[in-house]
């Protein structure tokens, strides 16, 4: 007998608290840095929506293992709810839709642009597929403009999506901001 998604999704539930992350997300990023090497040449990250903080405690451990000098990695990790603290990772806390969130991050880079930028947010859902849909598609829409004040030209963006009937509208838009557009499912 197959095993059901809910018993793989328990699986990386038991897996992330075996390794010290704080939720299972964390094996997404990990994946997409494993398929597309997103961590590289990067020393500046936003990590928007952070909370819990198992994004920026990926970024925070392999930024650091990988650099030649981990002082010079600065993680600024943003969200609405505080975080609890994460070494090597500025907690801003702070509603990504409004310019003076943009303008904390960059004074946190001594006004340098971010190398990358991601974002695994996502709104309380409902349950009602249409209405999520569009909410997290406004959530994306928000973090693609505050993106576009802090990421350096030639920088990358990665974005959690709910993919739906409309979703090939959230991709025209991305297209106008970045040469390439690459649709994963980690």
């Not at 075996?18 to 090497?37: C, P, T, V, Y």
């Not at 030649?68 to 603290?85: G, R, Y």
Request: charged share 25%; proline share 3%.
């Amino acid at each position: 007998m197959g095993r059901s998604s809910k018993d793989k999704r328990d699986v990386y539930y038991r897996l992330a608290k075996e390794e010290g992350w704080r939720a299972r997300s964390a094996f997404k990023l990990l994946q997409i840095n494993d398929e597309f090497n997103i961590f590289k040449g990067v020393t500046r990250v936003v990590d928007l929506c952070a909370a819990p903080g198992s994004w920026s405690q990926v970024l925070a451990r392999k930024l650091r293992q990988q650099s030649t000098d981990p002082n010079s990695v600065k993680i600024v990790a943003v969200d609405l709810q505080a975080m609890a603290p994460l070494e090597g990772v500025i907690e801003l806390q702070g509603d990504i839709t409004k310019l003076e969130t943009a303008t904390a991050i960059t004074q946190h880079f001594a006004g340098d642009c971010a190398h990358l930028v991601v974002c695994d947010g996502a709104p309380d859902v409902t349950g009602l597929h249409d209405l999520d849909e569009y909410v997290q598609s406004q959530l994306l829409v928000a973090a693609l403009n505050i993106t576009t004040h802090v990421l350096a030209l030639g920088g990358d963006f990665v974005a959690k999506i709910f993919r739906g009937r409309d979703v090939s509208l959230l991709y025209a838009q991305l297209r106008l901001f970045f040469d390439s557009v690459v649709v994963a499912k980690p």
